[in-house]
């Protein structure tokens, strides 16, 4: 009976480590066009086919605590890594940023 208890208790731990490690990696990527540069965040539309523009048609893009290396143009495309979180406002807002790379 001891040792179904300590296996019970095993299996629990990594359950719940499993399910706490998997919820920190929440990272989506996608592209999209610069529309308006602001000093706190881009206006931005998705490129065709991103499941972002499925949410909008246009996001604000924070770029708080955000390095980049080439300084960016209106027309410019975009990479932008995010915590997959979009908020629901017109413009859509994506606050939580962690990469922008300029890619064309």
């Known amino acids: 009976m ?41 206006l931005v539309e998705p490129v065709e086919g991103s499941t972002e523009l499925n949410s909008a048609d246009q996001i604000t893009i924070s770029i708080t605590n955000i390095n980049i290396s080439l300084k960016p ?8 890594v995010y915590d997959g979180a979009i908020a629901e406002s017109y413009p859509a807002q994506i606050t939580n940023v962690y990469s922008i790379r300029v890619i064309k």
């Not at 001891?2 to 990696?25: G, Q």
């Not at 143009?73 to 932008?80: A, K, P, Y």
């Open 73 to 80: 143009r209106v027309g410019d495309i975009l990479e932008i």
């Open 2 to 42: 001891k040792n179904v208890f300590y296996i019970f208790i095993v299996l629990t731990v990594l359950f719940l480590f499993t399910a706490c490690s998997s919820k920190t990696d929440n990272r989506a990527t996608f592209q999209a066009t610069i529309l308006e540069i602001h000093d706190n965040y881009y």
